[in-house]
């Protein structure tokens, strides 16, 4: 069982079969029993015998997830910082062009460096998409790019940025929720051609 269970669901004692999602940053019940429980509202979270229990919105909420009960109370107390989902480690080379965050990865350097394991690259709109060849040539073999851009905008979209990564010899990979406002799409050099 990973992050996704069909099981029985009990909310102040009312139960029924349903969907269990774990995602992110929140836990997603679906079928007879419908809700969405983020995890900054989950409260008094523990598995006992198999059965995941939480307080949320003031009820009792309780899921029969058999041995992965534990793993999903853990993943709900102490869920991935935003470094942790984007693959950030200590010693890599990182590289942050545009503006980000003030907060975020405040060690990494504001300049793009050669040889980059990760660049996290602020695209507002389509024209900055331009700038993705020049990232790749001092991206490292594996390393990755992150796009992050403003969610919903019209401006610049998604399919913008896998156009933009294609042509300049790069396949996206993944998509991550960056911040309340906005996303991030990872980009990597597709193996074959990594030298």
């Known amino acids: 069982m990973g992050n996704e269970a069909q099981c029985r669901v009990e909310i102040d004692g009312e139960a029924a079969e349903a969907k269990a999602l774990l995602e992110t940053e929140e836990l997603i019940l679906r079928g007879a029993v419908k809700a969405k429980i983020a995890f900054r509202d989950a409260r008094d979270v523990i598995a006992e015998e198999g059965v995941l229990r939480l307080r949320w919105n003031e009820r009792d909420v309780r899921i029969h997830l058999g041995s992965s009960a534990a793993k999903w109370a853990e993943k709900i107390r102490n869920p991935k910082s935003v470094a942790d989902k984007l693959g950030v480690k200590p010693g890599q080379k990182i590289s942050v062009v545009g503006t980000i965050d003030a907060g975020f990865l405040a060690a990494s350097s504001k300049k793009l460096q050669p ?81």
Do not use: Y
């Open 115 to 195: 040889n980059s394991d990760l660049i996290f690259f602020a695209a507002n709109a389509r024209e900055d998409l331009a700038r993705l060849p020049q990232l790749r040539e001092n991206l490292a073999p594996a390393g990755a790019i992150w796009v992050v851009r403003p969610k919903g905008a019209s401006a610049i979209s998604e399919g913008d940025v896998m156009a933009e990564a294609k042509a300049a010899g790069l396949v996206d990979v993944k998509v991550v929720r960056f911040s309340d406002t906005h996303t991030a799409e990872k980009l990597v050099i597709p193996v074959s051609k990594r030298s």
